[in-house]
């Protein structure tokens, strides 16, 4: 069967130092990958999402990047983070396009 | 724009009840919409999956109905439990652009012993 895996599940960092959130999944091959957001009161938001290895697409224009190492290895970076970056980072994957997606257990992000 | 609303935002009902929980959305050109479960602190798990072709999509106690053309789906959990205590989210992927997921801010329930 497949799973996800985040790491870490909490973080606390100080403004203006680097990140980096890992997520992998186990059991398929060439899935498509996703980073999501979701802040106090507010819906889910789209961050990145990638559809092979080096393939990453932006939705939002972000302090953050992402990057796809190896086919189910998902990297969420930042080189300074800002205290708008606070919440909880979730990662998701799915088969392909309009299937399913399963997610993460998430990472939450504190600023200070 | 997709938008995405849920309604009630909570909901607290005794156990045993039937309960319909609320989703509505903006663009009716849709791909698929998907109904998570989230407890707290913790991910989301993915209830149903009904595609734009579809009415309706049943799994245990869990039904989703979906109305394209109104916009609107709904989750009926019938003889609710304390473990259905959650937040249910509402996702909504549109057609014509990829990957495009718009999700609801949610209806947290708690269902009371």
Redesign the interface.
């Known amino acids: 069967s497949q799973t996800i895996h985040?790491w870490p599940a909490t973080l606390v960092q100080p403004v203006g130092s680097p990140l980096s959130l890992e997520c992998t999944v186990e059991g398929t091959s060439n899935p498509?990958l996703?980073w999501y957001r979701q802040a106090a009161?507010?819906?889910?938001q789209?961050l990145f999402?990638s559809v092979g290895i080096g393939q990453i697409?932006s939705?939002v224009p972000q302090n953050l990047s992402a990057s796809r190492p190896q086919d189910r290895q998902f990297i969420l970076s930042s080189k300074k983070l800002l205290l708008s970056d606070s919440g909880f980072y979730?990662c998701?994957w799915s088969v392909r396009?309009?299937?399913?997606?399963?997610?993460?257990?998430?990472t939450?992000l504190s600023i200070l | 724009k997709q938008e995405v609303t849920q309604i009630p935002a909570a909901l607290s009902v005794p156990e045993g009840e039937n309960l319909v929980l609320n989703c509505s959305f903006t663009d009716s050109a849709i791909y698929n919409l998907q109904w998570f479960r989230q407890d707290p602190g913790k991910g989301l798990t993915s209830l149903l999956l009904i595609q734009s072709s579809q009415r309706e999509q049943t799994s245990g106690r869990l039904n989703a109905s979906l109305d394209k053309s109104s916009g609107r789906s709904t989750l009926y959990i019938a003889a609710s439990q304390p473990g259905d205590s959650a937040t249910y989210l509402c996702a909504v992927m549109n057609s014509g652009g990829y990957q495009k997921v718009t999700f609801g801010i949610g209806t947290k329930l708690q269902v009371i012993p």
């Open positions: 985040q498509n996703y009161g507010r819906g889910l789209l999402y697409s939705e979730l998701a396009q309009g299937q399913p997606q399963h997610f993460g257990d998430g939450r």
